[in-house]
């Protein structure tokens, strides 16, 4: 198993910082573009929530992403000290079909992570939040 990790504060700019990193371990470690597009764009949408959401703007908070390439998966862990939040609490949208004007703001973000990844958890540890997506190497959709 390989391992990556880096440490990003909670500012727009660490996003930049983790989508570089990303890239470069996937062509490091010959992941296909399906999947990297796939993890790229969860992890952006729980970054940016983290930082929006989590930490209220706040830019000096630490957020930790691990990534791990095992077997037949690219599996990455992300941590933050935020309050308490279970995105896989978050009721799916139940207004996709209707047109972007008339939806309801907000679970669209999530609903999306869960449709990118093979699996999606969270749990809380020593008042932290930490989310694990799991992506299967051998598909990319």
Same mark, same amino acid.
């Given at each position: 198993m390989r391992n990556h990790i880096i440490n990003i504060k909670s500012r727009l700019s660490g996003i930049q910082i983790m989508n570089e990193q990303l890239a470069k371990m996937c062509k490091e470690w010959e992941i296909s573009k399906d999947v990297a597009f796939s993890m790229n764009l969860a992890l952006e949408e729980i970054v940016t929530n983290i930082i !929006?959401?989590?930490? !209220?703007? /706040?830019?000096?908070?630490? *957020?930790? *992403?691990? $990534?791990?390439?095992?077997?037949? !998966?690219?599996? *990455?862990? *992300? /941590?933050?000290?935020?309050?308490? $939040? !279970? %995105?896989?609490?978050?009721?799916? %949208?139940t207004d996709l079909d209707k047109p972007l004007e008339e939806r309801n703001i907000g679970g669209l973000g999530i609903h999306l992570v869960k449709k990118f990844t093979d699996n999606f958890s969270y749990r809380r540890n020593n008042n932290k939040n930490i989310i694990t997506i799991l992506k299967s190497l051998e598909h990319g959709d």
């Amino acid at each position: 198993m390989r391992n990556h990790i880096i440490n990003i504060k909670s500012r727009l700019s660490g996003i930049q910082i983790m989508n570089e990193q990303l890239a470069k371990m996937c062509k490091e470690w010959e992941i296909s573009k399906d999947v990297a597009f796939s993890m790229n764009l969860a992890l952006e949408e729980i970054v940016t929530n983290i930082i !929006n959401h989590g930490y !209220n703007g /706040k830019e000096d908070c630490d *957020i930790t *992403i691990r $990534f791990s390439l095992e077997a037949r !998966n690219l599996r *990455i862990q *992300i /941590k933050d000290g935020a309050h308490a $939040f !279970n %995105p896989l609490d978050v009721a799916e %949208p139940t207004d996709l079909d209707k047109p972007l004007e008339e939806r309801n703001i907000g679970g669209l973000g999530i609903h999306l992570v869960k449709k990118f990844t093979d699996n999606f958890s969270y749990r809380r540890n020593n008042n932290k939040n930490i989310i694990t997506i799991l992506k299967s190497l051998e598909h990319g959709d």
